[in-house]
């Protein structure tokens, strides 16, 4: 499994319409094959801070670069970021997706 987390700061005047700029490339990277998943998340502290985690089956990275939303977002996104954004992205992780944490379970 390929997994990449991306941590993008946008322009605050851009900030609140994110999530909805980036809706239609969600959508088409969940329903790539080889998708495991591809989640945003806002800061907490930064409002104008968002992080996606997402994760490839391992031959499937590539075909994502490659695709027509892929090119049409990082088009756009120059224009609404504020930095570079921060990337980590680690192939080979064992496993097929998100496993349960032993550590905490809901209480009875």
Not at 62 to 73: Q, R
Not at 80 to 104: H, L, N, R, Y
Request: charged share 25%; glycine share 6%.
């Amino acid at each position: 499994m390929i997994f990449i987390v991306v941590k993008f700061t946008i322009r605050p005047e851009h900030a609140d319409q994110w999530l909805d700029r980036v809706a239609d490339f969600t959508e088409a990277t969940r329903a790539e094959p080889g998708n495991i998943f591809f989640e945003w998340s806002r800061s907490v502290t930064d409002p104008n801070q968002f992080v996606v985690v997402e994760a490839f089956q391992d031959d499937a990275a590539a075909a994502h670069v490659g695709a027509e939303h892929f090119k049409k977002f990082v088009e756009w996104a120059p224009d609404v970021v504020a930095t570079t954004p921060d990337i980590i992205s680690v192939q080979g992780v064992p496993g097929e997706g998100w496993s349960k944490m032993g550590e905490i379970s809901p209480r009875a």
